[in-house]
């Protein structure tokens, strides 16, 4: 049974080159939530989607960054134009659907590592 | 705004020795507090989890003590190894309909022989 899936796991863009990133949840989990991590921060997070729907997106930047999670296909992060800033591991988290009143666990996938030159 | 503080954020322990992390949460509508194992170039994995109901839970050398009164949890992990080396953070979540987790800043965990 595999787990959360990210590729690529480094990634280098130039800057004002576009990044994307990808996430393919386990199996039978329709949660895909996004974090980024950034050198000796904790977690942070950016966007939660369901299929085919954003839900939470209050932590993603107004600009340059946009999620989706196609009703095919594993969910995207797209940075455009990147900037040194955006340098940062990006990690997938993905969880299945719980009744109220208990905790759904969020599994996490091993990151992409994005680097800006 | 940190709404899960926690310290510190590096820590150096001698082999057999007790790791002590604390965290403090603001929002009360947290109501699930996990913790996460980070090792080096690897994602979070979930390590043990409490209800502010509970006082205390404890799975192998990993304690979690809570005081919902203070608004304050710590790990405690026992007989540290060089193994348990790692970052760990702290996490709040509620567990209605849409779970947001939020962590701490994490802690740098170094287990010395």
């Known amino acids: 049974n595999a787990g959360v899936m990210q590729n690529p796991r480094h990634l280098v863009r130039r800057r004002g080159q576009e990044a994307r990133l990808r996430c393919s949840p386990m199996?039978?989990?329709?949660?895909v939530y996004w974090y980024r991590q950034l050198p000796e921060e904790g977690l942070k997070f950016m966007v939660y989607l369901q299929k085919e729907n954003i839900i939470d997106e209050s932590g993603m930047p107004k600009e340059r960054f946009s999620a989706e999670f196609p009703k095919e296909g594993p969910s995207i992060l797209r940075i455009q134009q990147v900037v040194r800033g955006d340098s940062a591991a990006y990690f997938c988290?993905?969880?299945?659907?719980?009744?109220?009143?208990?905790?759904?666990?969020?599994?996490f996938g091993p990151g992409t590592r994005l680097t800006v030159t | 705004q940190q709404q899960v503080k926690q310290s510190p954020q590096s820590l150096i322990v001698q082999k057999g020795g007790i790791s002590i992390i604390n965290c403090a949460y603001e929002?009360?509508?947290?109501?699930?507090f996990p913790w996460y194992q980070q090792f080096p170039g690897k994602g979070p994995a979930l390590l043990i989890a409490?209800?502010?109901?509970?006082s205390e839970k404890k799975e192998g050398r990993f304690t979690i003590s809570f005081n919902k009164s203070a608004k304050q949890f710590s790990l405690h992990i026992m007989d540290s190894q060089p193994g348990d080396s790692a970052t760990y953070f702290c996490a709040a979540s509620g567990t209605g309909g849409y779970q947001k987790v939020t962590f701490g800043i994490g802690t740098k965990l170094q287990v010395i022989p």
């Open positions: 199996k039978g989990h329709s949660h």
């Open positions: 929002n009360t509508a947290f109501d699930y």
């Open positions: 409490i209800r502010p109901d509970v």
């Open positions: 988290a993905s969880s299945a659907t719980g009744t109220s009143g208990s905790w759904n666990e969020q599994y």
